[in-house]
Each structure stands twice: as C-alpha cells, then as structure tokens.
C-alpha cells in the first residue's frame, strides 16, 4: 500500500527546490518469527513535516520507530532517512537523528545536568559548550531546580522532558518521538504539545506516535493509521475524520433490553458501520455533525425507546478504527493480538 | 510550571568534534561514577574478598607444614598474590552484570541511536572495570600487610609487577563477561553466570593450595587453568624469584581470551538490532 505523505503546496514553496525527503520507506517489514509485527509500509515524510503514527498497542508503532532509529534491523523493506539507507549506513544516519522513546532512554545514575553534560561531551562539544548547552536546556524545559538532584527524584514527566532534552542536543534534523506524552498528566503533555510545535516552528522534521486522535489531531499535519503493522489509512486529520462521518452521538438507553430496537431505528443516521451496544444501555453512532442530534430524538420516540442520556462527542481512535477495519482498536477478548 | 519556551536551537559558535577519546573517557567517567553512586556495590564487591582473604589465611594457614609447599614461605604471603589475581578474576564478572542493567535501563538505546562507535561503548565498561578491580587489589594488599602480616620478598619493581601481571587477564575476562552480558543481557542471570565461570576457575588453580597437593583429576584442570599461570606469575615476583614460563603463559593466554572476546563481544552489541 502506498502512503505518500506531504508538507502542504505553500510550505515546499516556502523551502525552494524540492528536497530529498527526511524519511522514506519502501516496503519495510520487521518479523519475529512467525509474527509480523510490521508489513509493508511505505511512508513518505518531507523535510519539515509533522507526521502523526497513530494506532493502538501492539499496532507497530514502537517497531516502526525503532527501524528508523537504526536500533531495530528491518527484516524486509529498505528505508532512508536523512537520504542516508539506514541498513548500510546506520552511523550517518545517527548524526541526523534524535529519539525519545516511550520509556525515558536517560541515565539513572547521573543528575540531570550530567546526562545532558554527558550527551553534549559525546557529540564532540568542548567542555564548556557542553555546560553551556546542558544549562540553557534545563532552563527551557523547566528543570533547572532539579538539575542537581538524582533522577529517582524525577516525576515520570520530568525524565520524559528531560529526555527530550537530551535527544535535542545536538540539534537534530529529524526527530522521532514515540507517543511521547503517553502516561503524563494533563499538564505535562499540554508542555510537550508546546515544545513539539516550537520543534516543528524552527524547521525540524518530526514522527510522532501517539494513541490518541486528540493529538495527532493537535499536532500532525498527516496521519498515518496503522493497525498489526500494516498502514490502513493516511490522510489528515480532518479528512480521516470526514471519512468516519466527524462526531458521534452517545445515547444511553433505558432499558437496556432495547439495544438492537435503538439500533435499527438509528442505522440510517450513522455514516459507517455501528458497534453492539455497550455495557449498561449505550450505543455510539457516528453522525455527519451536530444537526443529527434531533433526529436521533425523533427516531428514537417514533420508535418507542426511552432514553436516559444523549451526548455529541469528538470521534476516538476506537470510532476510527471501528470506522476504517470495521472492528474496534482494543483487541477483542481471546482474540490474537 | 511555567509555560515551556521554545525548543532551543544549538547557539552559534559552538563546534562538534567528536573523538574516539572523548567517547572512551566521558563513558568510563559515567561508569565509574556509578559505581561511586551504588555505596551497596562498593561495599559488597569489597567485603567479598576481605572474607575470602581473612577465612583462607586462616583456614589453610596449616597447608604451609606440608610437603608441597615452597619452603621458609608463610601462608599469607603465598596467598596475597592469589588473591589480587581471584579478587580481578571476580571483578571482572560485574561488568556482565553492569553491562546487562544498561541494556536494561534504555541508556544503550540513548547511546545506540547517537553517533558514537559501538566498541568504545564498551571499551568504557572494561577500562572502568578495571580500574575499580585494581582499586579491590590494592586495598586487598593494604589490608594483607596491615593486618595479616603480608611482606613482598622481592624488589620494589617486583612489588609492582605482582601487581600488573594480573591486569592483562582481567582485561581478558572484562571482555568475556561484556560478551556474556550482552548475549544474556538480563542482569540476575549474568550473575549465576559469573560464578559459574569464576569458580571453578578460582578453585581448581594454583590460587589456595600448590597444584600438587590437588587429587590427581583436579591437577589436570588446574594446569589448564589460565588462572594458574597468572597466579603463579604474580606468586613469582611477591617471592622474589620471578617464573618467565608462567608469565609468558599467562599473558599469552590472556592475548588470546581478550582477542576472541573482543570480536564476539563487539559483534553481540551490533546484533542487538536483530
């Protein structure tokens, strides 16, 4: 399946002749064994893009990431990055690349100000640039009070920032980020949107995997969907949201014995196939917008079915899913993941 | 918290040179930093040969009457020079463990997806490795002269040599457990692996009692053991009569151990991508 992706019209312009793309796969795999974790991708992204790798776990996200980043070998497939072939050249690639993963790739052992000490010494910077760097990256990811202190001291979105700091020392051109903000508070990832967007502001290509529709929604320019390793969709955020319909109302039933009565007098409303109804009296019936919600009211009187609930919410990845593979994200109890 | 600035690009003026050197000594730097940082491991990988010093002069202080011991010679100075070699020979097993907790801990992925050699990563492990098991010896030695009564019968450029004959071996078996621990890369497991190798190793050797006095299977290992040449050349120069033999064995033997580490360990860490 191809999935070429690109920067908008006014953006190349912007850059002048076209550019090598900062990421390109073609055909890439990577099987453990029997199992195919990924299958065939073939991605393009532009210098200066924002891609979001949107999937749930267990999707290939991780895998994918970790084949650019040169620490995982693609057992099918060829894939460059920088221009450089990541298979025959994984010490070029490097020089262009920075990775913050989804657990902290930090030293536990050292301060904060002596991991980023460390890294900017191994890039090649004199003594003093290193400090110099490790002190204007701790004031702009907020974590010069802690600098000194021993990373156990760190909040789980500390050690995230702080290794995003590290990943940034040396300025890389392309930046992956491995769903950087899952497991953060509401703060925390608010702070990573921001720093992720500055990135993109001052002309850094980024890969971005995320669980959440919010935000690749948020922050990607195009998504690409991909469920057990393959791509299933790309597009941007709006179109893919256009292709499920773009809201869903939520209705809560009475009675739950009414489920597949609501079903029926509802199906003409819904823009892609319907999940059974939840636990406790719920069904979630993606709609074109919001002027679906009084004929969701009618239906449901003209059919005889009272209700406790009716809300209009943004789609999930889960109402993405079900609309694009016809079965939600989560695996399914019993189900091979 | 305040709102986060902008991500901040490298300032002007600032040059990359990036070096081998500088690779070797800010990750030797960071090992060695560790190892001060974790007061339980130092306190361990001390208190270990402390109690392997203090039980075996005491315990086999009586082998000095035998037969098959080099006459005028006290246990302890017989032993001391064992032990600085066992006590390398056991240090060199915490690299597997060191090596297998960074794999562990995501640091290796930071250093792997930086532009940095894969073998001066580690090189780093085993230079700080080395450092730490010398540092083990010489507090070994202190201790053997300050309470045990341990003297060198030599010269002082024998003192010292007794002291450097056992690093090439210790450099060999840093690099075979590196290897070890990047192949197992589970920390707990490095560890029954280490006395597994260690052991036999420290045992059936010339290090406790003289070959002869081992039954007559044991003595068949025991001259196969490079612990044996290595021992029995830092013995040499404690007891004022240096062995040519042992020492060309031993840093032959260690030449060699080191080379084919070198390679399989290198080539462990390079496969961690497949």
Known sequence: MSAALGVTEQLVAGRGPARDAAVRTEGLGRSYGALQAVAEVDLQIDAGAIVGLLGPNGSGKTTLIRMLSTLLRPTSGRAWVAGVDVRANPGQVRRSIGLTGQYAAVDPFLTGRENLHMVGRLLGMSRRDASARASQLLESFDLTDAADRALSTYSGGMQRRLDLALSLTGNPAIVFLDEPTTGLDPRSRFAMWQVVEDLVAGGTTVLLSTQYLDEADRLAERVVILDRGRVVAEGTPGGLRSRIGGDVVEVTLRDAGDGSTALQALRALATSPVDPPLAGGRLRIPVRDAEALPQVVRLLDGAGVPFTGLALHEPTLDDVFLALTGRPAAPLPGEPT | ?274
Request: hydrophobic share 55%; aromatic share 10%; with cysteine.
């Open chain 2, 1 to 274: 918290m305040t709102a986060m600035p902008a991500a901040v690009p490298v300032p002007a003026g600032v040059r990359l040179r990036p070096s081998v050197w500088l690779e070797v000594t800010q990750l030797t730097g960071r090992n060695l930093r560790k190892i001060m940082r974790e007061p339980t491991l130092v306190f361990f990988s001390l208190a270990m040969p402390v109690i392997m010093l203090t039980l075996f002069s005491q315990v086999f202080r009586s082998i000095a009457q035998t037969s098959n011991f080099p006459a005028g010679v006290s246990y302890i100075d017989y032993l001391l020079p064992a032990v600085l070699c066992t006590t390398l020979t056991q240090s060199a097993t915490t690299s597997s463990t060191a090596i297998a907790t960074d794999l562990e801990s995501g640091i290796v992925d930071r250093f792997r997806s930086m532009p940095i050699h894969a073998w001066t990563v580690l090189l780093a492990r085993n230079v700080s490795d080395v450092v730490r098991g010398t540092a083990q010896s010489l507090i070994m030695l202190l201790l053997g002269w300050a309470v045990f009564g341990f003297r060198f019968h030599g010269s002082a450029a024998q003192a010292v040599a007794t002291l450097v004959v056992a690093l090439p071996l210790s450099f060999a078996l840093n690099w075979l457990f590196i290897w070890i621990g990047v192949l197992v890369r589970k920390p707990e497991t490095t560890q029954i692996a280490g006395m597994l190798v260690t052991f036999p190793l420290m045992f059936a050797s010339s290090a406790y009692v003289p070959i002869a006095s081992l039954p007559a299977w044991l003595q068949v290992v025991a001259k196969v053991n490079p612990l044996s040449y290595t021992v029995d050349a830092a013995r040499g120069f404690a007891l004022g009569h240096p062995d040519p033999g042992a020492l060309g064995k031993s840093l032959l033997i260690a030449a060699i151990l080191a080379a084919v580490s070198v390679v399989g360990a290198t080539a462990a860490y390079r496969r961690i991508d497949r």
